[in-house]
């Protein structure tokens, strides 16, 4: 097979989150393989602002990377459409650096400049966010390994609960989703979730917890998504009404109102660090693969997904919007609330 010349750019945006690496090594080791050219730009698209962050990956610069957390590249969340001249100097950029296409990995605001971007230029999109909240996937890169490390926080803390018979509320990001928190507490043996995507009922949460101390049960599990916000008829007295934390103003509404001793703990950012699972390596590296045969095929503005097993190039535009959380899931975690 004659050999193409080809310069891919690739970037990460957004939030960092597991499994990155995987995809950023495939579209080196299977463009190297066409013999591409792979540019890594630097810290998202912050890369391509002002003066270009660029290098150019070869197979040694990913070599031992598949295990790591995080992000080669590094990321960052500016987003140039909130600048003035912000495409026009990515446009700018992209043209100095005779990019014939752009891999752009990232979550709902990195696919949004995508999109904005793909009126020009040549792009492929690859969905990551621990918070599993892009629409037109069924998973994101990062979200397993995010349930990973939210259920052995739920094993840890039920021990220790338990030996001290206190309620322990477990907040885990999501931003505006309960994806991690039904996943990894139905995962977990969480009594009780709370999800943005439902409405915040604490009397059902009280019941839930009397009715287990009276069954014997002294301790309970409660997990909270980052993006609950309480009813102002729930706001606890006396509270400044500034936001503490969602974990914090559940564990301290429990407290008050059963007088039972209470915890909180906030995963936020363990949730997106670390080792990643092997779901979110193969995944990584499968849209990697799929990104360069759609380049290789001229096939652009398109973004890489999961549709059961298998990947499939669905159109830019299929890919934004709110995914709420799998409602049959939430349910499932629903049966064990008691
Ligand atoms: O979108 C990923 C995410 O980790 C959200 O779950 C969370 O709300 C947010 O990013 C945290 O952002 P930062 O890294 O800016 O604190």
Redesign the pocket.
């Known amino acids: 097979m004659e050999k193409e010349r080809k310069k891919i750019g690739i970037l990460t945006g ?2 960092d989150c597991p499994g990155l690496n995987a995809a950023i090594r495939a579209v080196v080791r299977r463009g190297e393989q066409l013999g591409y050219e792979i540019w890594g730009i630097k810290n998202g698209w912050k890369g391509l602002l002002g003066k270009t962050e660029a290098k150019r990956l070869s197979e040694g610069d990913v070599r031992g990377i598949l295990d790591k957390g995080g992000t080669i590249l590094g990321s960052g ?1 500016i987003n140039p459409l909130k600048l003035e001249n912000g495409i026009s100097q990515i446009e700018g950029n992209f043209k100095k650096l005779k990019l014939d296409a752009l891999v752009a990995i990232g ?1 709902d605001g990195t696919l949004c400049v995508g999109q904005k971007l793909s009126k020009s230029f040549p792009i492929i999109a690859i969905p990551k ?3 599993n909240d892009v629409k037109g996937t069924d998973f994101c890169i990062g979200f397993w390994t995010a349930v990973q490390t939210a259920t052995e926080a739920l094993d840890r803390l039920h021990s220790t609960a338990e030996s001290h018979s206190r309620v322990i509320v477990l907040e885990v ?3 505006n989703h309960g994806w991690i928190a039904a996943y990894a507490g139905l995962a977990g043996g969480a009594d009780y979730i709370l999800v943005p995507e439902e409405p915040v009922k604490m009397d059902e949460v009280f019941k839930t917890i009397k009715e287990r101390i009276r069954k014997g049960k002294k301790f309970s599990l409660i997990v909270v998504s ?1 993006g609950v916000r309480l009813p102002k008829s729930e706001k606890s007295q006396g509270d400044s009404g500034e936001h503490c934390g969602i974990g914090n103003e559940v564990a301290s509404l429990i407290s008050k109102k059963l007088g039972v001793e209470t915890r909180s703990v906030n995963i936020g ?1 363990i ?2 660090g670390g080792t990643p699972s092997s779901y979110d390596r193969i995944m990584g590296a499968r849209f990697g693969i799929l990104a360069v045969e759609l380049i290789r095929k001229r096939k652009f503005q398109q973004a890489v997904v999961l549709r059961g097993d298998k990947i499939a190039a669905i159109p830019f535009s299929q890919i934004r919007g709110e995914k709420k959380v799998n409602k049959e899931v939430y349910d499932a975690a629903k049966i064990f609330f008691h």
Do not use: C, N, Q, V
Request: hydrophobic share 20%.
């Open positions: 957004g939030g969340k979550g966010t621990i918070d990001m999501g931003r980052e950012h949730l997106r």
